[in-house]
Protein backbone atom coordinates (compact mmCIF):
# COMPACT_ATOMS: atom_id res chain seq x y z
CA UNK A 1 0.00 0.00 0.00
CA UNK A 2 1.31 3.50 -0.91
CA UNK A 3 1.75 5.87 1.82
CA UNK A 4 -0.71 8.56 0.02
CA UNK A 5 -3.14 5.70 0.02
CA UNK A 6 -2.50 4.92 4.25
CA UNK A 7 -3.22 8.55 4.74
CA UNK A 8 -6.34 8.27 2.87
CA UNK A 9 -7.15 5.42 4.98
CA UNK A 10 -6.53 7.39 7.79
CA UNK A 11 -8.74 9.86 7.18
CA UNK A 12 -11.65 7.77 6.85
CA UNK A 13 -11.00 6.20 9.80
CA UNK A 14 -10.83 8.89 11.50
CA UNK A 15 -14.13 10.20 9.75
CA UNK A 16 -16.10 7.46 11.12
CA UNK A 17 -17.99 7.70 14.91
CA UNK A 18 -15.99 6.68 17.09
CA UNK A 19 -17.70 3.50 18.64
CA UNK A 20 -17.41 2.08 15.62
CA UNK A 21 -13.69 2.23 15.73
CA UNK A 22 -13.43 1.22 19.68
CA UNK A 23 -15.48 -1.89 18.24
CA UNK A 24 -13.25 -2.71 15.62
CA UNK A 25 -10.36 -2.51 17.21
CA UNK A 26 -12.29 -4.90 20.31
CA UNK A 27 -12.76 -6.99 17.75
CA UNK A 28 -9.02 -6.93 15.96
CA UNK A 29 -7.39 -7.29 19.70
CA UNK A 30 -9.85 -10.90 20.00
CA UNK A 31 -9.12 -12.28 17.40
CA UNK A 32 -5.54 -12.07 17.71
CA UNK A 33 -6.15 -13.38 21.19
CA UNK A 34 -7.99 -16.29 19.73
CA UNK A 35 -5.20 -17.02 17.08
CA UNK A 36 -2.36 -16.91 20.24
CA UNK A 37 -4.33 -19.22 22.51
CA UNK A 38 -4.57 -21.36 18.96
CA UNK A 39 -1.51 -21.37 18.70
CA UNK A 40 -0.26 -21.99 22.71
CA UNK A 41 -2.06 -25.05 22.87
CA UNK A 42 -0.25 -27.32 25.07
CA UNK A 43 -0.48 -31.38 24.48
CA UNK A 44 -2.81 -33.03 26.89
CA UNK A 45 -1.24 -36.15 29.10
CA UNK A 46 -4.79 -37.89 30.91
CA UNK A 47 -4.20 -39.45 34.15
CA UNK A 48 -6.55 -41.91 35.63
CA UNK A 49 -5.99 -42.09 39.29
CA UNK A 50 -4.81 -38.67 42.04
CA UNK A 51 -1.72 -39.95 43.20
CA UNK A 52 -0.27 -40.89 39.79
CA UNK A 53 -1.58 -37.56 38.04
CA UNK A 54 0.12 -35.63 41.13
CA UNK A 55 3.41 -37.39 40.29
CA UNK A 56 2.77 -36.87 36.96
CA UNK A 57 2.32 -33.27 37.26
CA UNK A 58 5.94 -32.77 39.38
CA UNK A 59 7.73 -34.71 36.03
CA UNK A 60 5.48 -32.56 34.00
CA UNK A 61 5.40 -28.96 35.22
CA UNK A 62 4.61 -26.70 32.69
CA UNK A 63 5.39 -28.57 29.69
CA UNK A 64 1.90 -29.96 29.02
CA UNK A 65 -1.56 -30.01 30.56
CA UNK A 66 -2.27 -33.11 32.90
CA UNK A 67 -5.83 -33.82 33.24
CA UNK A 68 -6.91 -36.21 36.23
CA UNK A 69 -10.31 -37.77 36.21
CA UNK A 70 -10.24 -39.47 39.76
CA UNK A 71 -11.51 -36.62 42.39
CA UNK A 72 -9.79 -36.28 45.52
CA UNK A 73 -11.40 -38.73 48.70
CA UNK A 74 -12.32 -41.16 45.75
CA UNK A 75 -11.75 -45.04 45.85
CA UNK A 76 -9.82 -45.91 42.53
CA UNK A 77 -11.33 -49.58 42.84
CA UNK A 78 -15.23 -48.29 41.87
CA UNK A 79 -14.79 -44.50 40.35
CA UNK A 80 -16.35 -43.94 36.94
CA UNK A 81 -16.11 -41.90 34.13
CA UNK A 82 -18.81 -39.70 32.49
CA UNK A 83 -19.13 -39.30 28.89
CA UNK A 84 -16.88 -36.23 28.31
CA UNK A 85 -14.35 -37.56 30.41
CA UNK A 86 -14.18 -40.78 28.13
CA UNK A 87 -14.01 -38.84 25.12
CA UNK A 88 -10.58 -36.71 26.64
CA UNK A 89 -8.91 -39.92 26.66
CA UNK A 90 -9.30 -40.53 23.10
CA UNK A 91 -8.20 -37.32 22.41
CA UNK A 92 -5.28 -37.54 24.74
CA UNK A 93 -1.53 -37.18 23.76
CA UNK A 94 -0.51 -39.92 26.38
CA UNK A 95 -2.72 -41.93 29.11
CA UNK A 96 -1.35 -42.71 31.85
CA UNK A 97 -2.59 -45.52 34.13
CA UNK A 98 -2.22 -47.87 37.02
CA UNK A 99 -2.98 -50.55 35.57
CA UNK A 100 -3.09 -54.36 37.32
CA UNK A 101 -6.72 -54.18 37.99
CA UNK A 102 -6.88 -51.12 39.91
CA UNK A 103 -9.28 -48.97 38.09
CA UNK A 104 -11.89 -51.70 37.90
CA UNK A 105 -14.69 -49.45 36.30
CA UNK A 106 -12.13 -47.19 34.01
CA UNK A 107 -10.15 -50.13 32.28
CA UNK A 108 -12.61 -50.67 28.83
CA UNK A 109 -12.41 -46.84 28.88
CA UNK A 110 -8.56 -47.05 28.82
CA UNK A 111 -8.24 -50.22 26.17
CA UNK A 112 -10.50 -48.19 24.30
CA UNK A 113 -8.22 -45.19 23.68
CA UNK A 114 -5.76 -47.26 22.93
CA UNK A 115 -7.49 -49.08 20.50
CA UNK A 116 -8.14 -46.06 18.44
CA UNK A 117 -4.49 -45.12 18.69
CA UNK A 118 -3.59 -42.95 21.63
CA UNK A 119 -0.27 -43.83 23.19
CA UNK A 120 -1.19 -45.35 26.88
CA UNK A 121 1.50 -46.53 29.81
CA UNK A 122 0.57 -48.80 32.69
CA UNK A 123 2.94 -47.84 35.37
CA UNK A 124 2.29 -51.17 37.39
CA UNK A 125 2.84 -53.61 34.93
CA UNK A 126 6.40 -51.53 34.34
CA UNK A 127 8.10 -51.80 38.37
CA UNK A 128 8.51 -55.21 39.39
CA UNK A 129 5.12 -56.02 40.78
CA UNK A 130 4.86 -58.16 43.81
CA UNK A 131 1.72 -60.52 43.79
CA UNK A 132 -1.06 -60.93 46.47
CA UNK A 133 0.33 -63.71 49.13
CA UNK A 134 -1.63 -65.50 51.62
CA UNK A 135 -1.50 -63.34 55.15
CA UNK A 136 -1.69 -64.79 58.56
CA UNK A 137 -5.63 -64.75 58.41
CA UNK A 138 -5.51 -66.94 55.18
CA UNK A 139 -6.41 -63.73 52.73
CA UNK A 140 -6.40 -62.29 50.15
CA UNK A 141 -8.66 -66.01 49.08
CA UNK A 142 -9.46 -65.82 45.41
CA UNK A 143 -6.58 -63.47 44.75
CA UNK A 144 -3.26 -65.21 45.43
CA UNK A 145 -0.74 -65.24 42.61
CA UNK A 146 -2.16 -61.85 40.97
CA UNK A 147 -0.57 -59.29 41.25
CA UNK A 148 -0.81 -56.24 43.46
CA UNK A 149 -1.88 -53.01 42.30
CA UNK A 150 -0.57 -50.78 44.82
CA UNK A 151 2.68 -50.27 44.43
CA UNK A 152 2.99 -46.71 45.37
CA UNK A 153 2.90 -47.13 49.33
CA UNK A 154 6.78 -48.81 48.08
CA UNK A 155 8.53 -44.72 47.32
CA UNK A 156 11.58 -46.55 45.82
CA UNK A 157 9.23 -48.41 42.88
CA UNK A 158 7.36 -44.63 43.02
CA UNK A 159 11.09 -43.56 42.10
CA UNK A 160 11.41 -45.83 39.31
CA UNK A 161 8.03 -45.33 37.84
CA UNK A 162 8.96 -41.28 37.73
CA UNK A 163 11.60 -42.09 35.42
CA UNK A 164 9.90 -44.63 33.40
CA UNK A 165 7.11 -42.18 33.00
CA UNK A 166 9.58 -39.37 31.87
CA UNK A 167 10.81 -41.77 28.96
CA UNK A 168 6.92 -42.32 27.76
CA UNK A 169 6.37 -38.46 27.96
CA UNK A 170 8.96 -37.99 25.73
CA UNK A 171 8.84 -40.26 24.11
CA UNK A 172 4.99 -39.92 22.75
CA UNK A 173 4.09 -35.99 23.55
CA UNK A 174 5.23 -33.77 20.79
CA UNK A 175 6.21 -29.82 21.50
CA UNK A 176 8.16 -31.08 25.61
CA UNK A 177 11.12 -30.06 26.25
CA UNK A 178 13.14 -32.74 26.50
CA UNK A 179 15.96 -31.73 28.91
CA UNK A 180 13.22 -30.26 31.20
CA UNK A 181 11.11 -33.05 31.76
CA UNK A 182 13.99 -35.10 32.76
CA UNK A 183 15.52 -32.42 35.17
CA UNK A 184 11.81 -32.28 36.20
CA UNK A 185 12.31 -36.04 36.69
CA UNK A 186 15.79 -36.14 38.24
CA UNK A 187 14.97 -33.63 41.20
CA UNK A 188 11.22 -35.45 42.05
CA UNK A 189 13.76 -38.58 42.43
CA UNK A 190 15.61 -36.92 44.68
CA UNK A 191 12.65 -36.06 46.61
CA UNK A 192 11.68 -39.33 47.00
CA UNK A 193 15.04 -40.84 47.69
CA UNK A 194 14.74 -38.62 50.63
CA UNK A 195 11.09 -39.67 51.50
CA UNK A 196 12.66 -43.35 51.65
CA UNK A 197 15.44 -42.33 53.88
CA UNK A 198 13.07 -40.56 56.75
CA UNK A 199 10.19 -43.59 56.05
CA UNK A 200 13.18 -45.91 57.13
CA UNK A 201 14.22 -43.27 60.34
CA UNK A 202 10.91 -43.40 61.17
CA UNK A 203 10.25 -47.34 61.02
CA UNK A 204 13.00 -47.64 63.32
CA UNK A 205 11.55 -46.89 66.52
CA UNK A 206 8.56 -49.60 65.82
CA UNK A 207 9.95 -52.56 67.50
CA UNK A 208 10.49 -56.07 65.59
CA UNK A 209 7.24 -57.56 67.58
CA UNK A 210 5.32 -54.70 66.36
CA UNK A 211 5.79 -54.70 63.06
CA UNK A 212 2.16 -56.48 62.16
CA UNK A 213 -0.21 -54.65 60.11
CA UNK A 214 -4.26 -55.03 59.76
CA UNK A 215 -5.74 -52.67 57.05
CA UNK A 216 -9.26 -52.84 55.76
CA UNK A 217 -8.03 -54.32 52.64
CA UNK A 218 -4.75 -55.78 51.23
CA UNK A 219 -3.10 -52.59 50.36
CA UNK A 220 -0.02 -52.33 52.15
CA UNK A 221 1.79 -55.40 51.00
CA UNK A 222 4.28 -53.54 48.85
CA UNK A 223 5.23 -51.41 51.92
CA UNK A 224 5.81 -54.27 54.36
CA UNK A 225 8.10 -55.78 52.24
CA UNK A 226 9.93 -52.71 51.64
CA UNK A 227 10.22 -51.88 55.37
CA UNK A 228 10.23 -55.11 57.27
CA UNK A 229 6.68 -55.63 57.94
CA UNK A 230 4.20 -58.72 58.51
CA UNK A 231 1.04 -58.03 56.77
CA UNK A 232 -1.36 -59.94 59.46
CA UNK A 233 -4.70 -59.33 57.55
CA UNK A 234 -7.43 -57.58 56.33
CA UNK A 235 -11.38 -56.79 57.48
CA UNK A 236 -11.90 -57.28 53.63
CA UNK A 237 -9.65 -60.53 53.14
CA UNK A 238 -8.98 -59.13 49.38
CA UNK A 239 -6.87 -56.39 47.19
CA UNK A 240 -10.14 -54.44 46.51
CA UNK A 241 -12.51 -52.68 48.61
CA UNK A 242 -15.61 -54.02 46.68
CA UNK A 243 -15.40 -57.34 48.44
CA UNK A 244 -17.51 -58.54 51.40
CA UNK A 245 -16.09 -60.08 54.46
CA UNK A 246 -18.12 -63.58 55.74
CA UNK A 247 -18.34 -64.25 59.74
CA UNK A 248 -15.95 -66.80 59.01
CA UNK A 249 -13.44 -64.22 57.57
CA UNK A 250 -13.74 -61.73 60.34
CA UNK A 251 -13.45 -65.14 63.00
CA UNK A 252 -10.15 -65.73 61.13
CA UNK A 253 -8.68 -62.44 61.00
CA UNK A 254 -9.48 -62.06 64.93
CA UNK A 255 -7.77 -65.01 65.65
CA UNK A 256 -4.70 -64.04 63.80
CA UNK A 257 -4.83 -60.60 65.62
CA UNK A 258 -5.26 -62.52 68.84
CA UNK A 259 -2.20 -64.53 68.58
CA UNK A 260 -0.38 -61.69 67.06
CA UNK A 261 -1.04 -59.79 70.09
CA UNK A 262 -1.90 -57.18 67.10
CA UNK A 263 -4.26 -54.19 68.66
CA UNK A 264 -4.25 -51.81 65.92
CA UNK A 265 -6.00 -52.02 62.98
CA UNK A 266 -5.24 -49.50 59.94
CA UNK A 267 -8.47 -48.56 58.12
CA UNK A 268 -8.40 -47.02 54.49
CA UNK A 269 -9.79 -43.37 54.68
CA UNK A 270 -11.36 -43.74 51.68
CA UNK A 271 -14.06 -45.98 53.45
CA UNK A 272 -15.78 -45.40 55.77
CA UNK A 273 -14.25 -47.02 59.21
CA UNK A 274 -17.41 -49.14 59.57
CA UNK A 275 -15.60 -52.57 59.02
CA UNK A 276 -12.82 -51.98 61.54
CA UNK A 277 -15.04 -50.77 63.92
CA UNK A 278 -16.52 -54.23 63.79
CA UNK A 279 -13.30 -55.92 65.06
CA UNK A 280 -13.99 -53.56 68.52
CA UNK A 281 -16.88 -55.59 68.77
CA UNK A 282 -14.86 -59.10 67.72
CA UNK A 283 -12.46 -58.43 70.46
CA UNK A 284 -13.77 -56.62 73.12
CA UNK A 285 -13.07 -53.34 72.24
CA UNK A 286 -9.52 -53.86 73.20
CA UNK A 287 -8.91 -52.20 69.31
CA UNK A 288 -7.08 -48.97 68.20
CA UNK A 289 -8.19 -48.14 64.83
CA UNK A 290 -5.79 -45.38 63.50
CA UNK A 291 -6.71 -43.68 60.03
CA UNK A 292 -4.45 -43.46 56.73
CA UNK A 293 -4.84 -42.02 53.65
CA UNK A 294 -3.92 -45.02 51.16
CA UNK A 295 -5.59 -45.22 47.59
CA UNK A 296 -6.59 -41.66 47.11
CA UNK A 297 -5.17 -38.07 47.97
CA UNK A 298 -7.44 -35.86 49.63
CA UNK A 299 -8.26 -32.00 48.54
CA UNK A 300 -5.77 -29.50 48.60
CA UNK A 301 -5.35 -28.16 52.55
CA UNK A 302 -6.85 -31.52 53.80
CA UNK A 303 -3.68 -33.39 55.43
CA UNK A 304 -2.59 -35.49 52.15
CA UNK A 305 -3.12 -33.25 48.67
CA UNK A 306 0.42 -34.54 47.17
CA UNK A 307 1.88 -37.75 47.06
CA UNK A 308 4.54 -36.74 49.59
CA UNK A 309 2.45 -35.61 52.08
CA UNK A 310 0.23 -38.62 51.84
CA UNK A 311 3.17 -40.99 52.38
CA UNK A 312 4.55 -38.87 55.08
CA UNK A 313 1.31 -38.78 56.81
CA UNK A 314 0.98 -42.63 56.92
CA UNK A 315 4.37 -43.17 58.10
CA UNK A 316 4.11 -40.64 61.12
CA UNK A 317 0.51 -42.38 61.68
CA UNK A 318 1.31 -46.11 61.34
CA UNK A 319 4.56 -45.76 63.36
CA UNK A 320 2.69 -43.69 66.69
CA UNK A 321 -0.09 -46.57 65.84
CA UNK A 322 2.35 -49.02 66.39
CA UNK A 323 4.41 -47.56 69.28
CA UNK A 324 1.68 -45.86 70.97
CA UNK A 325 3.02 -43.00 70.27
Not at 95 to 114: I, S
Not at 127 to 156: A, K, M, N, Y
Not at 182 to 194: M, V
Not at 240 to 262: F, I, W, Y
Request: aromatic content about 4%.
Amino acid sequence: MSRSAAKRRVRVSAARPRHLAVGLLALVMASAASACTTGDERPDIVVTTNILGDITREIVGDEAEVTVLMKPNADPHSFGLSAVQAAELERADLVVHNGLGLEENVTRHVDAARESGVATFAVGDAIDPLVFRTSDDGGPGEEEGQPDPHFWTDPDRVRKATGLIADQVIEHVDGVDDSAIRAHADRYGDELADLTAWMEKSFDRVPEDRRALVTNHHVFGYLADRFGFRVIGAVLPSGTTLASPSSSDLRSLTEAMEGAGVRTVFADSSQPARLAEVLRTELGGRVQVVELYSESLTAEGEGADTYLRMMRANTTAMADGLTGG
